[in-house]
């Protein structure tokens, strides 16, 4: 009876690492620290760009109350520049240690973006935050994470090894 246990408990022991894509990567070459620093500040660098192209588009075409805060340059710059440095630690992290590590990061930005639209969502319908700027908001965030994971991806690659 043992036995059986044990043989299951090692088979699952493993399975989980493939099931995971969490071994570590074989034959793959990550990304420098240096590379992933550039691809960062290039994410960086489009992601304000389209934030502010977003923002100005959102004050244009909608009627945006003064309380509505979220399209000043200082709120949504600071907060963009901190999440594409913890998308690009998360990155070099994900490239030295997963064994698929695209595969990996891109379950990763989507489930992140999604935890990230959650307060967006929560914001429609309340007093002072009209539906017009709130969908630009949730824009800005789409955008922020289309334009991160391919400069990541793209600019920073693993070279060699499962993707």
Known sequence: MW??????????????????????????VPPTYRRVMAAGLAAVVVSLAA??????????????????????????????????AGAAATWAA??????????????L?????????IPDFLLLGTQGNPAGPVAILMLMHLAIAVVTYTALTELAPVRGGPK
């Open 51 to 84: 934030d502010l192209m977003l923002a100005t588009i959102g004050q244009a075409a909608f009627t945006v109350p003064a309380s509505f805060g979220k399209f000043a340059f200082g709120t949504y710059a600071l907060l963009t520049v901190l999440g594409v």
């Open 109 to 117: 930005a989507a489930l992140v973006t999604a935890l990230f639209l």
């Open 3 to 28: 036995n059986d246990d044990l043989e299951i408990s090692m088979s699952l022991a493993h399975r989980v690492p493939r099931l995971t894509g969490t071994r570590p990567a074989v034959q793959a």
């Open 94 to 107: 994900v490239a030295r240690f997963s064994a698929r590590p695209k595969w990996l990061l891109t379950r």
